[in-house]
């Protein structure tokens, strides 16, 4: 069963078209001001912010936040470097699922948000015969060379972990990959996971 918390932090939102999974990275170019003293806040708290999956835009008498998922993904910096292009490039990786559950906007634009980790299953289903090819193909991919040199911290064992990095590398659009955040169960990721493959020729 799900280890249930309660526990709410503030966190800063950054809404964008594509999204990241836990265990996942994202590169990222960062030019605006906000996003800028943003990663500035986050990098010496040693903090993380909220990456969610951008819908539209939701006016709000005269604010206007942006229409996300409410569930998004906590992410932490582990590379930035300045680019060819004179802008800021950091790399984030995904570390949890969040739920957003109040948002309010700062007087430079930045969206800071009340966010619960959501939990996920404890139970393992890595014995499961219908799910073998879902072990079988995160193996291959992970054991390619250019793969093994984004040192995945992958958890075999733990059918959370699988179901996160193989829909992390495999070629999926940001909806689908919102699909699988958005699961409550890793039953229904690894059957949705199969479709997927089944599809793709696997």
């Known amino acids: 069963m799900p280890i ?5 932090k503030e966190l800063p939102i950054f809404p964008l078209t594509v999204n990241v ?6 590169p990222l ?3 605006e001001p906000r996003y800028l003293d943003m990663v500035k806040s986050c990098m010496s708290q040693e903090t993380g912010f909220c990456v969610v999956l951008l819908r539209g835009l939701n ?3 005269s604010s206007k936040l942006p229409d996300h998922s409410p569930i998004g993904t906590y992410v932490e910096i582990v590379d930035f470097n300045q680019l060819e292009n004179g802008l800021l490039g950091i790399t984030v ?3 949890y699922r969040v739920k957003i559950i109040d948002r309010r906007k700062q007087e430079d634009g930045l969206i800071m948000g009340d966010s619960i980790e ?4 404890e139970e393992s289903i890595t014995l499961e015969p219908q799910y073998e090819n879902i072990w079988r193909i995160l193996k291959e991919i992970s054991n390619h060379p250019e793969i093994k040199k984004l ?3 992958i958890n075999f064992k733990n059918s959370s972990s699988v179901a996160y990095n193989l829909a992390s590398l495999l070629p999926l659009t940001s909806p689908e990959r919102q699909n699988i955040l958005e699961f409550q169960s890793n039953v229904d990721r690894f059957d949705h996971l199969n479709k997927i493959v089944k599809q793709l020729g696997g």
């Open 93 to 95: 990786q995904g570390r």
């Open 118 to 121: 959501q939990p996920e299953e």
């Open 29 to 31: 170019q960062i030019f």
């Open 151 to 153: 040192e995945l911290a």
């Open 59 to 61: 006016e709000t008498g």
């Open 4 to 8: 249930e918390t309660n526990l709410s």
């Open 21 to 26: 999974l836990p265990g996942g990275y994202l």
